[in-house]
T-cell receptor, first 113, second 116 residues
Protein backbone atom coordinates (compact mmCIF):
# COMPACT_ATOMS: atom_id res chain seq x y z
CA UNK A 1 0.00 0.00 0.00
CA UNK A 2 1.08 3.59 -0.47
CA UNK A 3 2.27 5.40 2.64
CA UNK A 4 3.97 8.62 3.57
CA UNK A 5 5.33 8.72 7.08
CA UNK A 6 6.75 11.42 9.29
CA UNK A 7 7.89 11.14 12.91
CA UNK A 8 4.66 11.10 14.85
CA UNK A 9 6.30 12.12 18.09
CA UNK A 10 7.20 15.72 18.74
CA UNK A 11 10.82 16.71 18.31
CA UNK A 12 12.21 18.78 21.17
CA UNK A 13 15.54 20.52 20.71
CA UNK A 14 17.58 23.27 22.29
CA UNK A 15 17.85 26.67 20.66
CA UNK A 16 20.88 26.91 18.39
CA UNK A 17 20.96 23.19 17.56
CA UNK A 18 20.10 21.64 14.20
CA UNK A 19 16.66 20.07 13.88
CA UNK A 20 16.36 17.14 11.48
CA UNK A 21 12.95 15.89 10.39
CA UNK A 22 12.34 12.75 8.36
CA UNK A 23 9.84 11.93 5.65
CA UNK A 24 9.66 8.35 4.33
CA UNK A 25 7.38 7.08 1.63
CA UNK A 26 6.55 3.74 0.04
CA UNK A 27 5.05 2.83 -3.31
CA UNK A 28 5.15 6.34 -4.70
CA UNK A 29 7.33 7.79 -7.42
CA UNK A 30 7.16 11.51 -6.71
CA UNK A 31 8.28 14.00 -9.30
CA UNK A 32 8.58 16.61 -6.55
CA UNK A 33 8.70 16.68 -2.79
CA UNK A 34 7.69 19.76 -0.85
CA UNK A 35 7.97 20.88 2.76
CA UNK A 36 5.43 23.14 4.46
CA UNK A 37 5.20 24.73 7.86
CA UNK A 38 1.89 24.84 9.73
CA UNK A 39 1.21 26.84 12.87
CA UNK A 40 -1.80 26.07 15.12
CA UNK A 41 -5.03 27.35 13.61
CA UNK A 42 -3.33 28.41 10.38
CA UNK A 43 -2.92 27.07 6.88
CA UNK A 44 0.31 25.45 5.70
CA UNK A 45 3.02 27.75 4.37
CA UNK A 46 5.36 26.58 1.62
CA UNK A 47 9.04 26.32 2.51
CA UNK A 48 10.99 24.34 -0.06
CA UNK A 49 10.50 22.20 -3.15
CA UNK A 50 12.97 19.60 -4.40
CA UNK A 51 12.76 17.71 -7.67
CA UNK A 52 13.41 13.99 -8.14
CA UNK A 53 16.69 14.68 -9.97
CA UNK A 54 17.98 16.97 -7.19
CA UNK A 55 19.87 15.69 -4.16
CA UNK A 56 19.81 18.79 -2.00
CA UNK A 57 18.20 22.22 -1.80
CA UNK A 58 19.01 25.08 0.55
CA UNK A 59 17.27 28.28 1.58
CA UNK A 60 18.80 30.36 4.34
CA UNK A 61 18.82 28.11 7.45
CA UNK A 62 16.82 25.37 5.77
CA UNK A 63 18.16 22.36 3.88
CA UNK A 64 16.27 19.53 2.24
CA UNK A 65 17.70 16.30 0.87
CA UNK A 66 15.89 13.84 -1.35
CA UNK A 67 16.99 10.24 -1.81
CA UNK A 68 14.75 8.45 -4.31
CA UNK A 69 16.57 5.16 -3.72
CA UNK A 70 15.91 5.21 0.02
CA UNK A 71 12.55 6.90 -0.62
CA UNK A 72 13.35 9.46 2.01
CA UNK A 73 13.64 13.19 2.47
CA UNK A 74 15.39 14.91 5.35
CA UNK A 75 14.56 18.46 6.39
CA UNK A 76 17.14 20.37 8.43
CA UNK A 77 16.85 23.65 10.28
CA UNK A 78 20.23 24.92 11.41
CA UNK A 79 20.75 27.36 14.28
CA UNK A 80 17.16 26.71 15.36
CA UNK A 81 15.16 29.39 17.14
CA UNK A 82 12.03 29.23 19.31
CA UNK A 83 10.19 30.91 16.41
CA UNK A 84 10.84 27.76 14.36
CA UNK A 85 8.46 25.83 16.66
CA UNK A 86 5.64 24.56 14.45
CA UNK A 87 4.42 21.43 12.67
CA UNK A 88 6.32 20.59 9.50
CA UNK A 89 4.59 18.72 6.71
CA UNK A 90 6.12 16.90 3.80
CA UNK A 91 4.10 16.48 0.65
CA UNK A 92 4.60 14.40 -2.48
CA UNK A 93 3.62 15.50 -5.94
CA UNK A 94 3.35 12.42 -8.10
CA UNK A 95 1.67 14.26 -10.93
CA UNK A 96 4.61 16.33 -12.16
CA UNK A 97 3.37 19.74 -11.13
CA UNK A 98 -0.36 19.09 -11.12
CA UNK A 99 -0.34 19.94 -7.41
CA UNK A 100 -2.45 17.04 -6.26
CA UNK A 101 -0.24 16.79 -3.20
CA UNK A 102 -0.17 13.85 -0.81
CA UNK A 103 0.66 15.08 2.68
CA UNK A 104 2.24 13.36 5.64
CA UNK A 105 0.66 13.88 9.05
CA UNK A 106 3.48 16.21 10.05
CA UNK A 107 6.08 16.39 12.79
CA UNK A 108 5.72 18.88 15.60
CA UNK A 109 8.97 20.70 16.41
CA UNK A 110 9.49 22.53 19.70
CA UNK A 111 12.64 24.64 20.07
CA UNK A 112 13.39 25.53 23.68
CA UNK A 113 15.37 28.62 24.73
CA UNK B 1 -1.84 41.15 -1.81
CA UNK B 2 -4.43 39.61 0.49
CA UNK B 3 -3.46 36.01 -0.20
CA UNK B 4 -6.03 33.22 -0.24
CA UNK B 5 -9.15 34.29 1.61
CA UNK B 6 -11.48 31.75 3.17
CA UNK B 7 -14.72 32.32 4.98
CA UNK B 8 -16.21 31.62 7.32
CA UNK B 9 -13.26 30.81 9.56
CA UNK B 10 -15.52 28.86 11.89
CA UNK B 11 -18.87 27.30 11.09
CA UNK B 12 -21.16 25.32 13.37
CA UNK B 13 -23.92 23.24 11.88
CA UNK B 14 -26.38 20.70 13.22
CA UNK B 15 -26.64 17.29 11.62
CA UNK B 16 -28.66 17.46 8.42
CA UNK B 17 -27.93 21.12 7.66
CA UNK B 18 -25.89 22.43 4.77
CA UNK B 19 -22.42 23.96 5.00
CA UNK B 20 -21.03 26.35 2.41
CA UNK B 21 -17.37 27.26 2.49
CA UNK B 22 -15.99 30.02 0.30
CA UNK B 23 -12.53 30.62 -1.10
CA UNK B 24 -11.12 33.54 -3.05
CA UNK B 25 -7.77 32.59 -4.59
CA UNK B 26 -4.71 34.75 -4.55
CA UNK B 27 -4.74 37.50 -7.16
CA UNK B 28 -3.48 36.17 -10.46
CA UNK B 29 -4.08 32.52 -9.51
CA UNK B 30 -6.50 30.57 -11.64
CA UNK B 31 -6.24 27.14 -10.00
CA UNK B 32 -8.01 26.25 -6.77
CA UNK B 33 -7.64 23.17 -4.60
CA UNK B 34 -9.61 22.02 -1.57
CA UNK B 35 -8.06 19.87 1.14
CA UNK B 36 -9.55 18.45 4.34
CA UNK B 37 -7.63 17.99 7.57
CA UNK B 38 -8.92 15.80 10.37
CA UNK B 39 -7.37 16.16 13.85
CA UNK B 40 -3.92 14.55 14.04
CA UNK B 41 -4.07 13.60 10.36
CA UNK B 42 -2.48 14.94 7.22
CA UNK B 43 -4.27 17.07 4.70
CA UNK B 44 -6.27 15.00 2.22
CA UNK B 45 -6.84 16.21 -1.33
CA UNK B 46 -10.48 16.67 -2.24
CA UNK B 47 -10.84 18.54 -5.52
CA UNK B 48 -8.96 20.63 -8.07
CA UNK B 49 -10.76 23.30 -10.05
CA UNK B 50 -10.07 25.91 -12.67
CA UNK B 51 -12.53 28.61 -13.61
CA UNK B 52 -15.84 26.91 -14.49
CA UNK B 53 -14.19 23.48 -14.64
CA UNK B 54 -13.67 20.62 -12.23
CA UNK B 55 -10.34 19.09 -13.21
CA UNK B 56 -10.02 16.35 -10.59
CA UNK B 57 -12.56 15.47 -7.91
CA UNK B 58 -11.15 12.05 -7.06
CA UNK B 59 -10.83 12.97 -3.36
CA UNK B 60 -14.39 14.12 -2.94
CA UNK B 61 -16.94 11.82 -1.30
CA UNK B 62 -19.42 10.75 -3.95
CA UNK B 63 -22.44 11.97 -2.05
CA UNK B 64 -23.31 15.22 -0.31
CA UNK B 65 -20.12 17.06 -1.36
CA UNK B 66 -19.82 19.38 -4.34
CA UNK B 67 -17.49 22.15 -5.44
CA UNK B 68 -17.58 24.90 -7.98
CA UNK B 69 -15.41 27.76 -9.17
CA UNK B 70 -17.62 30.06 -11.23
CA UNK B 71 -16.45 32.58 -13.77
CA UNK B 72 -17.17 35.36 -11.30
CA UNK B 73 -16.85 35.05 -7.56
CA UNK B 74 -15.20 32.68 -5.13
CA UNK B 75 -14.91 28.93 -5.21
CA UNK B 76 -17.55 27.20 -3.09
CA UNK B 77 -17.30 23.87 -1.30
CA UNK B 78 -20.78 22.70 -0.42
CA UNK B 79 -21.61 19.92 2.02
CA UNK B 80 -25.24 18.88 2.17
CA UNK B 81 -26.88 17.07 5.07
CA UNK B 82 -23.78 17.28 7.24
CA UNK B 83 -22.87 14.48 9.63
CA UNK B 84 -20.54 14.54 12.64
CA UNK B 85 -17.78 12.91 10.59
CA UNK B 86 -17.67 16.02 8.39
CA UNK B 87 -16.22 18.01 11.29
CA UNK B 88 -12.77 19.04 10.14
CA UNK B 89 -10.68 21.93 8.91
CA UNK B 90 -11.17 22.61 5.22
CA UNK B 91 -8.30 24.35 3.49
CA UNK B 92 -8.36 26.05 0.15
CA UNK B 93 -5.17 26.61 -1.81
CA UNK B 94 -4.41 28.31 -5.09
CA UNK B 95 -1.62 28.32 -7.64
CA UNK B 96 -0.82 30.10 -10.88
CA UNK B 97 -1.60 28.40 -14.18
CA UNK B 98 0.47 25.36 -15.13
CA UNK B 99 2.50 27.14 -17.75
CA UNK B 100 3.97 29.49 -15.16
CA UNK B 101 6.26 26.70 -13.95
CA UNK B 102 5.38 27.32 -10.33
CA UNK B 103 4.27 24.24 -8.49
CA UNK B 104 3.74 25.80 -5.11
CA UNK B 105 0.44 26.05 -3.30
CA UNK B 106 -0.61 29.10 -1.32
CA UNK B 107 -3.05 28.07 1.39
CA UNK B 108 -5.78 30.00 3.11
CA UNK B 109 -6.20 29.99 6.88
CA UNK B 110 -8.89 27.33 6.65
CA UNK B 111 -12.55 26.98 7.59
CA UNK B 112 -13.24 24.92 10.67
CA UNK B 113 -16.53 23.07 10.49
CA UNK B 114 -18.08 21.66 13.63
CA UNK B 115 -21.15 19.47 13.29
CA UNK B 116 -23.22 19.11 16.45
Amino acid sequence: SQKIEQNSEALNIQEGKTATLTCNYTNYSPAYLQWYRQDPGRGPVFLLLIRENEKEKRKERLKVTFDTTLKQSLFHITASQPADSATYLCALDTTGGYNKLIFGAGTRLAVHP
Amino acid sequence: NAGVMQNPRHLVRRRGQEARLRCSPMKGHSHVYWYRQLPEEGLKFMVYLQKENIIDESGMPKERFSAEFPKEGPSILRIQQVVRGDSAAYFCASSPGERSGANVLTFGAGSRLTVL
